[in-house]
């Protein structure tokens, strides 16, 4: 069973990037958190998605605006297997952490 840090990344702007997938015949419960790490504000989208490529359906966050060195944390969610964390930054300066355990 996996415990703490489950996945971390620092998107390339306006890129769909998979943070965390939930590994087979496991389920996930996990916080997400996502710092702005440049001087000007970014837009940022989260979605829990089957693949690499959300449906509107499966976005829990878009264009959710965070300031210079501000930070937005979601958290207390449950997955299934192969479910993706998937950000998308407007700028390359955020830094997205996926923490949790896996059962």
Do not use: C, H, W
């Not at 069973?1 to 419960?29: C, D, E, F, H, R």
């Not at 829990?48 to 958290?75: K, Q």
């Amino acid at each position: 069973m996996a415990t703490g840090i489950l996945g971390q990344s620092n998107p390339a702007a306006a890129t769909n990037t998979t943070v965390y997938t939930v590994p087979a015949t496991k389920t996930a419960t996990f916080n997400i958190t996502i710092v702005n790490m440049g001087a000007s504000n970014t837009a940022v989208r989260i979605a829990l998605s089957t693949t690499g490529t959300p449906a509107a359906s499966e976005y829990i966050e878009y264009d959710a605006i965070i300031p210079p060195s501000g930070v937005l944390e979601r958290g207390g969610f449950v997955a299934q297997e192969f479910k993706n964390v998937v950000v998308n930054s407007s700028t390359a300066t955020s830094s997205v952490s996926v923490y949790g355990y896996e059962a």
